[in-house]
C-alpha cells in the first residue's frame, strides 16, 4: 500500500509492505537514476551490500561508515566518495544515522534520495538534519533534505534486536507526545500524533512478544511515519531540549535516553497541558500521561534510569544548567531547579508524580 505526503511543492513517495526492499531497482528507476549510491552504518554493511547486489549496474558503490549524529568529517568523505563514481541517486539503508548521511549528502548535492528505514526514529519522514562538528551538534530544517522515496520493509525491521525495538519505539513515541503540546499544532498533527501513539501502544507489545510478526512490525513502522512525520511539522520542547542536551554532552545513547527521559518530560508537562495530553492519558491507561507512559515502559522491559546509561549523578547539576541556558517555548515554565528534580528522577528510575 502507498501513501503521500508532500515535499515543498513535490511529493514523497511512501510505500509500506514486506519485501518492499526487492524493488529497488524499479524504484532507482522510477526516479529516473542509472547509478544509485547505497549508504549504510559498518554494522549494517551486509544489508546494503545486498541492496547493491539487486541493483546490479545500477549501483556504483557502496558507502558504509554512516555514523550517530552525523559528523560532517564522513559526510564530507562521502560526498567526494559520491563524486568520483557518479552517483545520481542515493539509497540509505538503515535508521536514524544513515538517514541522517544521506539527508547531509542531498542537502550538499541535491541528489535524490530513496530511505529504506530500519528503525522507527523517523528522520526519513522530517526535513530536519543533526549534523556534528567540533563536538558540537547543530539543526537545520530544509525541504531539500527531505528523501523523494521512503519504502517501509517490515521484514528488514524484524531484524532490529528487542531491547533496540523498544527504545527506537519510544523515541517515536516522545515526537507524538510532544506535538500534543506544541503551541502549531493543528487538528491534522494532532490526528497524526494520536495515530502513531496507539500504533505502538497496541503493536509494541506484540512485537516484543514475537518480533518477527511482520504485521505487527507493519504496524509499528505506520507508527514510526506518523510519528517522525508530526516531528517535521510542529515544534518539539522540553522532551527534546533535555534529551539533545544529554546526549551531546554526556555522549548517552540516543534512543535509550529518550525512551528514559520521556515519562518524565510528560509528566512535568501535564502540570500545564494535561488536556493536551489527554490522548496519552486515555491510549496508555492514566492515571495520568507520565505516569501511563512509565507504566507502558516498564511492560516493554525499557530503560528506566539515567544512571544505568553511565550519567554519573554529579552531572545532573551541569545537565540541569545546560538544559535551561537558552529559553524555549514550553508548556510548563522551565526553571533550573525544577529540571534539577526531574533529571534527578529520572536518573534514579523513579516513578514521575503526573
Ligand atoms: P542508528 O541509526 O544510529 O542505529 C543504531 C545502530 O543499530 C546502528 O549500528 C545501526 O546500524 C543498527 N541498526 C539499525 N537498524 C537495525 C536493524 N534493523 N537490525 C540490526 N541493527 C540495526 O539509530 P536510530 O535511533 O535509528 O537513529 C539515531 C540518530 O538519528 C541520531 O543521530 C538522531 O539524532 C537521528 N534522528 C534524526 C531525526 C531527524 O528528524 N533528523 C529524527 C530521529 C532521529
Request: zero cysteines; charged letters at 25%.
Given at each position: 500500500m502507498s501513501g503521500f505526503l508532500t515535499k515543498s511543492d513535490e511529493t514523497v513517495r511512501v510505500r509500506f509492505g514486506a519485501?518492499?526492499?526487492?524493488?529497488i531497482a524499479d524504484e532507482v528507476a522510477r526516479l529516473g537514476a542509472t547509478h544509485a549510491l547505497v549508504l549504510s552504518t559498518p554494522q549494517q554493511s551486509n544489508s546494503a551490500l545486498e541492496l547493491a547486489e539487486k541493483l546490479g549496474s545500477a549501483a556504483v558503490g557502496v558507502f558504509c561508515r554512516a555514523t550517530m549524529h552525523t559528523p560532517v568529517d564522513v559526510t564530507e568523505q562521502a560526498v567526494a566518495h559520491t563524486q568520483e563514481t557518479g552517483a545520481d541517486c542515493l539509497v540509505s539503508i538503515g535508521g536514524g544515522s544513515t538517514t541522517g548521511l544521506g539527508k547531509a549528502i542531498a542537502l550538499r548535492t541535491g541528489l535524490p534520495q530513496i530511505v529504506i528505514p530500519?528503525?522507527?526514529?523517523?528522520?526519513?519522514?522530517?526535513?530536519i538534519l543533526g549534523q556534528t562538528e567540533n563536538g558540537v551538534k547543530t539543526t537545520l530544517t530544509d525541504a531539500?533534505?527531505?528523501?523523494?522515496v521512503i519504502l517501509y520493509d517490515p521484514e528488514l525491521v524484524s531484524g532490529l534486536p528487542v531491547g533496540m525495538t523498544v527504545t527506537s519505539a519510544l523515541n517515536a513515541m516522545a515526537h507524538a507526545a510532544e506535538a500534543l503540546y506544541?503551541?502549531?499544532?493543528?487538528e491534522a498533527s494532532d490526528a497524526l500524533a494520536i495515530e502513531g501513539l496507539r500504533a505502538f501502544a497496541d503493536g509494541l507489545p506484540q512485537v516484543i512478544q514475537s518480533p518477527g510478526d511482520i504485521a505487527a512490525r507493519e504496524a509499528t513502522l505506520r507508527g514510526a511515519w506518523a510519528c517522525g512525520t508530526v516531528l517535521g511539522q510542529v515544534g518539539m520542547a522540553l522532551h527534546h531540549k533535555l534529551c539533545h542536551t544529554l546526549g551531546g554532552t554526556?555522549?548517552?545513547?540516543h534512543a535509550d535516553t529518550h525512551a528514559i527521559v520521556l515519562p518524565h518530560a510528560v509528566s512535568y508537562n501535564a502540570r500545564a497541558a494535561a488536556a493536551a495530553l489527554k490522548p496519552v492519558t486515555d491510549i496508555f491507561d492514566g492515571p495520568g500521561p507520565g505516569r501511563a507512559l512509565h507504566r507502558f515502559a516498564q511492560k516493554v522491559n525499557a530503560p528506566l534510569a539515567l544512571r544505568d546509561l553511565g550519567?554519573?549523578?554529579?552531572?545532573l547539576d551541569r545537565a540541569a544548567t545546560l538544559a535551561t541556558s537558552r529559553p524555549y517555548p514550553n508548556p510548563q515554565p522551565v526553571t533550573r531547579e525544577d529540571i534539577r528534580a526531574l533529571l534527578q528522577a529520572a536518573w534514579a528510575g523513579e516513578t514521575p508524580a503526573n
Open positions: 519485501g518492499l526492499r526487492h524493488s530500519t528503525t522507527y526514529a523517523g528522520s526519513e519522514a522530517t526535513p531539500r533534505v527531505l528523501p523523494q506544541a503551541p502549531d499544532r493543528t554526556f555522549d548517552l545513547p550519567l554519573r549523578e554529579a552531572d
